[in-house]
């Protein structure tokens, strides 16, 4: 599986950091599809096939943690990364977030996490097709 096949929702309100976030992530490999607020990513949403939703913390009407409540309640399969200036945030702004990056974030280590969750998630999707496989075989 290739980087080529993996499809990011990057949803942030700050244009020039979306521009330099999902022009790196393309560079790298990735297909971006790119929302520039929350209530616009909750249109688009139901319409788009992804394969993880990176997201911004800090945008106007909802939060990046409330739209990773939303995403997870239309897509609960979808891995969430959520990105910040903060170093820490309270759990329970995490609570339907895969993985979070604040200040001083490595881009390498950012990559390689949004890589490694959709991998995971991939292959549980396959695990469960085999079961599902195995199950109306028998």
Same mark, same amino acid.
């Given at each position: 599986?290739?980087?080529?096949?993996?499809?990011?929702?990057?949803?942030?309100?700050?244009?020039?950091?979306?521009?330099?976030?999902?022009?790196?992530?393309?560079?790298?490999?990735?297909?971006?599809?790119?929302?520039?607020?929350?209530? +616009?990513? #909750?249109?688009?949403?139901?319409?788009?096939?992804? %394969?993880?939703? /990176?997201? *911004?913390?800090?945008?106007?009407?909802? &939060?990046?943690?409330?739209?990773?409540?939303?995403?997870?309640?239309?897509?609960?399969?979808?891995?969430?990364?959520?990105?910040?200036?903060?170093?820490?945030?309270?759990?329970? +702004?995490? #609570?339907?977030?895969?993985?979070?990056?604040?200040? %001083?974030?490595? /881009?390498? *280590?950012?990559?390689?996490?949004?890589? &490694?969750?959709?991998?995971?998630?991939?292959?549980?999707?396959?695990?469960?097709?085999?079961?599902?496989?195995?199950?109306?075989?028998?």
């Amino acid at each position: 599986m290739n980087k080529e096949d993996a499809t990011v929702f990057y949803v942030d309100d700050n244009a020039k950091a979306q521009r330099l976030l999902g022009g790196l992530m393309t560079t790298c490999g990735f297909r971006v599809i790119t929302a520039g607020n929350p209530l +616009e990513a #909750l249109a688009r949403c139901t319409g788009l096939r992804f %394969d993880l939703a /990176l997201l *911004d913390y800090r945008m106007p009407f909802l &939060s990046g943690s409330q739209l990773a409540k939303e995403i997870k309640s239309l897509a609960p399969h979808i891995p969430i990364v959520l990105i910040s200036g903060y170093s820490d945030l309270a759990a329970s +702004e995490l #609570l339907f977030v895969d993985a979070h990056f604040g200040r %001083d974030t490595v /881009l390498d *280590d950012l990559l390689e996490t949004m890589w &490694s969750l959709i991998r995971s998630n991939r292959m549980t999707a396959r695990d469960r097709q085999e079961a599902r496989l195995w199950s109306n075989a028998t």
